[in-house]
């Protein structure tokens, strides 16, 4: 039931009472014997059915103001399955190894996917899971300082240019074992803090670091120097998603789509080639130093080994369930999925993974969903399962803000299936509803279990648990998602044109944000677009530091793209990161034997970085 229901309904009963009084105006003779009138009929016969009248016209009224939902949300089914689906809480968690865990000789890994179990709300838990594997190293961060010229570290041939160097201390739990005989490849940090000075640290990482050296120390005359590579992105390559992804839906939406509901899952980077820096390392003692071209005064009295967190990954609000089952009774077209009938308030519906029939006998049949590419053995069957999200019930003389969805059995034909099997079983991903955000925080709360056992000692929520978001668009809105689905056949023109069709685009996935908090959509000054030819080496594949030596360099025709952005509007909002993701999503938008190129702009900086060529999530320089 939608609060517009009745808006419609008040509406539709004034119009009839209204063209009722007309009525008995223009035929006072037959009006008499309804006794209509402007407020209403004497007869309470007359009353009851002008009023069940009304709810009908409203409901057909909700459904054309809704743009025809029947149409947009099975298109959607097809080509974008999880936009209608609530947004889950999402959240970073950091794990520490506990004390015991000094004596590790390698990493300890918690798998992505693993199960967390918070405090108990109203006595019920809520629960998440890891989306990026974790390896606790037996490693402690020491410190962390950013400073400027005259900076203490070691020379390298970088050293002499550079405007501002970061510095990470970091020492063994076990004294006894030297870092080369962890097997340390890999580091990842998350990066903690407030979002204005987290969003300079970014982009001086990813645009301004020019070498990464390995010391004992800042007089170290002889550092491990590693390439600038070795710093690499988070969040952006496929496994890497916090939200289910189905494979007809491209990736390049999915990075449109999580960066707004939760960009903190990109503040990750990952320190590579350490094995190399490290190799016959003797002390338990390390620094990592990163040289800058660019300096950040502001920046020296916020870093600290509080900003750079070992441990993390993102959290989100989803867990398997085995529905009620459901027994087919042919007397309605329609059933509701019941994740819990003993819990109706803790638990809604994400998705349904998988439908089940069951005859007297016991035999199973699986049940296709209707909007699909599985129709390759429908001869074989003569039922699919389609699913509609409605808006909750009343509960406790309250409106439910969450969904409830609705199966229903039908043929190709979109006709009720005359189904042979008595019950449906039916495996469903949930979420905790509205109850995350009813979880304490701050002071060691939320308190969390984690469902495997393990070295694991202390468990910390480092950001307040999003709140559960769902879609509620405005008339035209889920037009403007199907439209948008098929942006590779339309061009970015220049100028404000370009930046309008990319506003556009952007707006249909900001609609899950805060709507006090818009994103800076009008920070986007210009977009253009022309045809180039570049040198171009493809990788040996994504994220690799090395071109394929296989491949012999050439040339090749590409599309570079020039975003002009207003710093002042994107303050807080994470410029350089947000660029990132344009990046990505112009790369994953290209043609078949093509690249794009971006270049980013400022009204305050002119141009700030050009990217190499790229096509999809592979560099070609």
């Known amino acids: 039931m939608t609060e517009e229901l009745l808006t419609w309904y008040n509406s539709e009963l004034a119009s009839i009472r209204q063209l009722g009084d007309e009525f008995a105006r223009a035929y006072p003779r037959i009006a008499g014997r309804l006794r209509l009138s402007s407020s209403s009929s004497d007869d309470p016969h007359v009353e009851r059915l002008i009023e069940a009248f009304a709810f009908l016209t409203a409901r057909v009224r909700n459904q054309l103001e809704d743009d025809f939902p029947q149409i947009t949300e099975s298109m959607l089914e097809i080509l974008h399955p999880h936009i209608l689906a609530p947004l889950p809480p999402l959240s970073v968690m950091q ?42 190293w037996p490693l402690r961060l020491l410190s962390a300082t950013l400073s400027g010229p005259p900076f203490r570290a070691p020379e390298t041939h970088a050293s002499a240019d550079a405007q501002s160097v970061l510095s990470l201390r970091l020492q063994c739990l076990n004294s006894q074992l030297p870092p080369d005989r962890l097997g340390l490849s890999s580091l990842r940090f998350f990066l903690n803090g407030q979002r204005h000075y987290i969003d300079e640290l970014y982009e001086l990482l990813f645009n301004n670091l020019t070498s990464v050296a390995v010391a004992k120390d800042a007089k170290d005359p002889s550092p491990r120097v590693l390439d600038r590579e070795c710093v690499r992105t988070v969040g952006f390559e496929n496994g890497q998603d916090v939200l289910p992804h189905s494979p007809r839906t491209p990736h390049a939406y999915q990075l449109l789509r999580e960066f707004f509901a939760f960009p903190e899952k990109f503040l990750f980077f990952d320190l590579d080639s350490l094995d190399q820096g490290l190799a016959g390392w003797d002390s ?238 009008h920070g986007i000054l210009s977009v253009s677009s022309r045809r180039i030819v570049s040198r171009v080496s493809p990788r040996q594949a994504a994220g690799s530091l090395r071109s394929d030596r296989s491949v012999e360099p050439g040339f090749g025709r590409g599309v570079e793209i020039r975003v002009e952005l207003d710093e002042d509007r994107f303050v807080g909002s994470g410029l350089f990161l947000f660029a990132t993701v344009l990046l990505r999503f112009f790369a994953r938008q290209c043609t078949v034997n093509s690249f794009t190129r971006m270049v980013l702009g400022t009204r305050q900086r002119k141009e700030i970085r050009r990217w190499p060529p790229r096509t999809g999530n592979r560099l070609l320089h």
Not at 412 to 430: F, K, M, R, Y
Not at 467 to 490: A, D, E, F, K
């Open 95 to 136: 794990f520490e190894l506990d004390s015991s865990a000094g004596k590790l000789t390698g990493g300890y890994e918690i798998p992505r996917h693993s199960q967390l179990d918070s405090e108990p709300v109203d006595g019920e838990p809520c629960r998440f899971r890891t989306c990026y594997p974790v390896t606790l």
């Open 284 to 521: 338990p003692v390390f620094e990592v130093f990163f040289y800058f071209n660019r300096h950040v005064e502001e920046l020296e009295q916020y870093v600290s080994a509080e900003t750079f967190r070992m441990g993390c990954t993102p959290i989100v609000n989803l867990f398997d369930v085995t529905a009620e089952p459901i027994r087919v009774t042919h007397e309605k077209p329609e059933y509701q999925v019941v994740p819990d009938s003993r819990r109706p308030a803790a638990l809604e519906i994400f998705s349904i993974n998988s439908v089940v029939a069951v005859d007297e006998d016991g035999q199973h049949a699986p049940v296709r969903p209707l909007y699909s590419m599985q129709h390759g053995n429908s001869s074989q069957t003569s039922q699919f399962w389609t699913a509609s999200r409605r808006a909750g019930k009343i509960r406790d003389g309250q409106l439910d803000p969450g969904t409830d969805l609705h199966l229903s059995l039908v043929d190709l034909g979109l006709n009720p299936a005359d189904s042979q099997q008595p019950v449906l079983h039916i495996e469903t991903t949930c979420l905790n509803r509205d109850l995350v955000s009813r979880l304490p925080f701050g002071g060691d709360h939320p308190r969390f279990h984690l469902e495997k056992t393990g070295p694991v000692g202390r468990m910390t929520c480092l950001l307040h648990p999003t709140r559960t978001r769902r879609m509620n668009p405005v008339q035209g809105t889920l037009w403007r998602v199907i439209s948008h689905l098929s942006l590779n056949h339309l061009s970015i023109e220049g100028g404000a044109d370009g930046a309008e069709t990319l506003r556009e685009l952007l707006q249909v996935y900001d609609t899950v944000r805060n709507p006090d908090e818009p994103f800076p959509l």
